[in-house]
């Protein structure tokens, strides 16, 4: 997924990248790197928040405040560069928190930037930070925020950043009742029916594992997986909350699985899973 399609996702409008207030410029580019100036609150002309941080301003309204300093700076990244996917890594945030005597809160404030920046560009957006609090603010603004970040083109800079530019799409299983298969990963992992091509002469179901992803169904009559997928499957490995292994595992056994204990140790926890096809399935905790 995009920076854009995450940006939509959130149901985020890129504003006009705020003009500068003093003579500076808004960004530079030197190299493969950007810069921005120190990014406000704004909301159009106005600033959406002032005050200080543990006065006037709590810590939520910090943290909103800080958002909206990041949905600024990233407009501003999105006019130096043209296109978000040229942006191969948000490399450094600087954030000021115009702070009352005695308050504390300035990471908490920030986070507001930094979980925004991780949401929009995925493992692009982590970053490091420095986060201080000043008694003073131009315009009473209550968070100033300075963005640097690396740029490449388009494909290359999600490589080197460790974002691969493909994904899964999906898993094409054959089976011997399509229905029985579909109301079996239905039960057990909420996996959804959705619309299939009208081009498929055969008994076919589609559904929905996540967002771009899918797993096809097609009914091939007297079925049977050769040797090797019965011990092994096609595979295909899922990740699934450790914590809630224990329960999985209850729904695959009342909906007809055998439950595999693994052959070996991994640095992870994880287990194996027949179904009735006969196919192996592998479940991974999440957490590795």
Same mark, same amino acid.
């Given at each position: 997924m995009t920076a854009e399609q995450r940006l939509n996702e959130l149901g985020i409008t890129l504003p006009a990248p705020p003009a500068a207030v003093a003579a500076y410029e808004p960004w530079v580019q030197v190299g493969d790197q950007v810069v921005t100036s120190g990014q406000l609150p704004w909301q159009g002309e106005t600033? *959406? =928040?002032? $005050?200080? /941080?543990?006065?006037? /301003?709590?810590?939520? #309204? $910090?943290? #909103? &405040? *800080? +958002?909206?300093?990041a949905i600024n700076a990233i407009a501003q990244l999105k006019a130096a560069v043209g296109d978000l996917e040229r942006i191969a890594r948000i490399v450094r945030l600087e954030g000021n928190v115009h702070s009352a005597p005695g308050f504390r809160g300035h990471p908490q404030v920030l986070n507001g930037a930094s979980d925004l920046f991780n949401e929009v560009f995925g493992s692009r957006g982590r970053h490091t930070r420095t986060a201080l609090g000043i008694n003073e603010m131009p315009l009473d603004a209550p968070v100033q925020l300075s963005v640097y970040a690396a740029v490449g083109d388009s494909e290359s800079s999600r490589a080197r950043a460790g974002e691969s530019v493909t994904a899964f799409a999906h898993l094409t299983l054959a089976t011997r009742d399509v229905i029985a298969s579909c109301e079996f990963f239905n039960n057990v992992f909420d996996w959804q029916p959705i619309d299939r091509p009208g081009n498929i002469e055969m008994k076919a179901a589609w559904l929905q594992i996540a967002p771009g992803q899918e797993l096809h169904l097609l009914q091939v009559d007297n079925?049977?997986?050769?040797? =090797?997928? #019965?011990?092994? $499957? +096609?595979?295909?490995?899922? @990740?699934?909350?450790? &914590?809630? =292994?224990?329960? /999985?595992?209850? +729904?695959?056994? @009342?909906?007809? @699985?055998q439950i595999i204990a693994p052959g070996r140790e991994t640095p992870f926890e994880r287990f194996f899973f027949k179904d009735a096809n006969g196919y192996v399935f592998e479940v991974v905790a999440r957490e590795r």
């Open positions: 600033l *959406a =928040f002032t $005050g200080r /941080l543990g006065a006037e /301003l709590n810590e939520e #309204q $910090g943290y #909103q &405040a *800080a +958002r909206l300093c079925f049977e997986p050769s040797p =090797f997928e #019965q011990e092994f $499957g +096609r595979h295909f490995a899922i @990740s699934y909350p450790v &914590a809630r =292994f224990e329960s /999985l595992k209850s +729904r695959l056994i @009342s909906n007809g @699985s």
